[in-house]
């Protein structure tokens, strides 16, 4: 039987990535993404065999720029395309795992939209599009926040009065759980253990960064919370602050919760540390030529990323591995120096050739011998939700 195909679609609210995943296969065998849709520069643009191609798409929506990809996708799976994957950022506590989507389960993605007012209605939009254009396909729903449902109480809820929690939902849920789960699940196996007797630290760092505490294949605890804001230093986000820092900007300041809002979520983290860039490549580069504020956001960076993995700590019960992923964690050997030098405690070391080699793509040990083992694993959310997919549409 010919190796089976899935379409991965994560859609934004001007945006559609979108993968052809191929279950033996590891490269994609179609990948690209609609951006700017809506506008009059809309235009998708895709690789296929190393080829890269573009299309402009003038006033495209999400529903025009699929229609354009379904003959691409088709001819791409020569007639083994079994379904459709979509990422779904938030699955509140109603989704523990993957869900095949109908009715029922779209409404409960549309209830949990007050939690992620900016992403959930953006990604039903991409399934509503793809459900229409592809009726006969099984679609499935893969949630950032589904892995970390298995948090224990202690680490999921904040101090706050009960009934916030009970009738608002007020907790923490936790993101990038798909990214978490991939390393972690590559992280066994490239160290010859059992993922259900293993206990992994993983830094997802790439524009949006958060840690998580994975213990038998199980999320522990995780940084970020409600929202993806928790936690530690991003692109443009904060990560963690005093709370009484919005009453204080309110009163001294007079900002409004939206100014907050804006200046926590887009202004902030690497890009308001350095007043430069919310790109770790051009802050090592200004680094390099004595810029002040590139040097300063990475030093806050690392170290605030190497507490939040001290805090970790707390949830395993040993520690077989950190594992660093995303696109500065799998390219910045700079962070990863930085980050492990602060955690000496735990007797982390690096082999610093090692470091510097296991960059673009490589996986691998950069821990120095006799260390607590340190992985370098490129992740793959497409992947892994082409993964669950499949493997919903056998159960
Ligand atoms: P992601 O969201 O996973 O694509 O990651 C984006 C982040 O990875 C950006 O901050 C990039 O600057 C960073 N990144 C990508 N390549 C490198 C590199 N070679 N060195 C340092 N940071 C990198």
Not at 6 to 14: E, H, K, R, T
Not at 22 to 30: I, T
Not at 89 to 102: I, R, S
Not at 223 to 252: C, F, I, K, Q, Y
Request: aromatic letters at 6%; a negative charge.
């Amino acid at each position: 039987m010919p190796a089976r195909n899935i379409l991965v679609i994560n859609c934004g609210s001007s945006s559609i990535k979108f993968a052809l995943v191929n279950e033996e296969h590891e490269p994609f065998a179609l990948s690209g993404m609609a951006e700017r849709l809506g506008d009059a520069d809309a235009q998708v643009h895709w690789q296929q065999d190393g080829h890269k191609h573009s299309l402009p798409l003038p006033y495209a929506d999400h529903s025009v720029a699929l229609a354009q990809l379904l003959p691409l996708v088709e001819a791409a799976a020569d007639g083994q395309l079994l379904g459709i994957g979509h990422r779904v950022v938030h699955g509140g506590e109603h989704f523990t795992a993957a869900c095949a989507l109908d009715h029922s389960t779209i409404a409960a993605i549309r209830a949990t939209a007050p939690l992620a007012p900016l992403h959930n209605p953006a990604n039903l939009l991409g399934i509503e599009a793809a459900m229409s254009l592809f009726p006969s396909l099984p679609h499935v729903a893969v949630f950032d926040t589904a892995f970390h449902q298995t948090l224990p109480e202690h680490a999921y809820r904040y101090a706050l009065p009960e009934p916030l929690y009970r009738e608002h939902g007020v907790r923490r849920y936790g993101f990038h759980g798909t990214s978490h789960r991939f390393v972690s699940q590559r992280g066994a196996e490239m160290s010859g253990l059992a993922l259900n007797a293993s206990s992994w630290l993983v830094a997802h760092l790439g524009n949006g960064c958060s840690t998580c505490a994975i213990v038998d294949g199980q999320s522990r605890d995780t940084s970020m919370g409600l929202t993806p804001l928790e936690g530690v230093v991003m692109g443009t986000r904060s990560g963690d602050v005093d709370p009484n820092m919005h009453s204080h900007l309110a009163r001294t300041l007079g900002w409004s919760l939206q100014q907050i809002e804006t200046l926590l979520n887009k202004e902030s983290g690497l890009l308001g540390l350095s007043a430069l860039s919310n790109d770790m490549r051009t802050l090592e580069q200004a680094r390099e030529q004595g810029h002040v504020g590139a040097t300063l956001a990475i030093e806050v960076f690392c170290y605030r990323l190497a507490k939040s993995l001290a805090a970790m700590t707390c949830a395993l019960p040993r520690l077989d591995g950190l594992i660093f992923t995303g696109g500065i964690g799998e390219n910045s050997a700079l962070i990863r120096s930085k980050t492990v030098s602060h955690l000496q405690l735990f007797n982390l070391r690096l082999d610093e050739t090692a470091n510097a080699s296991t960059v673009r793509g490589s996986a691998g040990p950069i821990n120095a011998h006799g260390h607590p083992r340190v992985l370098v694993i490129p992740t793959n959310e497409e992947r892994q939700i082409a993964l669950d997919t499949l493997a919903l549409l056998e159960a």
